[in-house]
């Protein structure tokens, strides 16, 4: 019989907890059900993870970390929109990838406790003075309209998550690239200067 893989029993524990998660809500789901979704005993699930909590929180770092690495700073010397466009595209396919861990993230992650909203909020707090300094250095030169970064920067990441929490949560089949021209058309219109400063494609 070949060895068992680590890292797959570990994925495999990970997409079961998340199921029963979304499933049975946090509070309402126990290890045995999700031991049980995974086919492992439960001594198995103790050797990866310590309990409930620390299975879910490894779960949204998991949404965090995939976030983190698809975002990619605008180069502002160059054109801007299609580079956003990027930006959009890797995001919302981050979320709707895994429609149940974006469910996790944005409905039971959020006052689970003291110490999970605060990681959450330094995340959120992160990326909004991520992008807050790239509409900045964009103002600097032209080509962002001049609005009050980190309030601007707020309001695109709520909203952006209203969003993805709607589809998310429908039954339908999204049509992806129609999400992403939406969000494209909206932030270009509010963030954008349209056409760019003399001397710029």
């Known amino acids: 019989m070949p060895p068992v893989d680590k890292a797959q029993r570990r994925t495999v524990?990970?997409?079961a907890a998340r199921?029963?998660?979304v499933t049975k809500g946090y509070h309402a789901a126990k290890i045995d059900?999700?031991?049980?979704?995974?086919?492992?005993?439960k001594g198995t699930f103790y050797l990866y993870f310590t309990d409930k909590r620390s299975v879910f929180a490894e779960l949204v770092a998991l949404v965090m970390q995939r976030i983190s690495e698809g975002i990619v700073r605008v180069d502002?010397?160059?054109?801007?929109?299609?580079?956003l466009r990027e930006n959009v595209r890797a995001v919302v396919g981050v979320f709707l990838d895994d429609p149940p861990l974006t469910r996790l993230l944005f409905t039971f992650a959020p006052g689970l406790d003291t110490a999970f909203s605060e990681q959450l909020r330094g995340f959120y707090l992160g990326l909004r003075d991520y992008l807050a300094e790239s509409?900045?250095?964009?103002?600097s030169l032209g080509?962002?309209?001049?609005?009050?970064?980190?309030?601007?920067?707020?309001?695109?990441?709520?909203?952006?998550k209203e969003v993805i929490l709607d589809l998310a949560l429908s039954?339908?089949?999204t049509d992806r690239?129609?999400?992403?021209q939406a969000v494209m058309d909206l932030l270009s219109g509010m963030l954008l200067v349209w056409p760019p400063p003399s001397g710029r494609d």
Do not use: K, N, Y
Request: charged share 25%.
């Open 13 to 15: 524990l990970l997409a």
């Open 19 to 21: 199921d029963v998660f």
């Open 33 to 41: 059900d999700i031991v049980t979704a995974a086919a492992v005993a």
């Open 76 to 83: 502002v010397s160059a054109d801007v929109e299609p580079q």
């Open 135 to 139: 509409l900045s250095e964009g103002q």
């Open 143 to 160: 080509l962002v309209r001049p609005l009050d970064p980190r309030q601007c920067a707020s309001f695109v990441i709520g909203g952006l």
């Open 171 to 173: 039954e339908e089949v």
């Open 177 to 180: 690239e129609r999400v992403e």
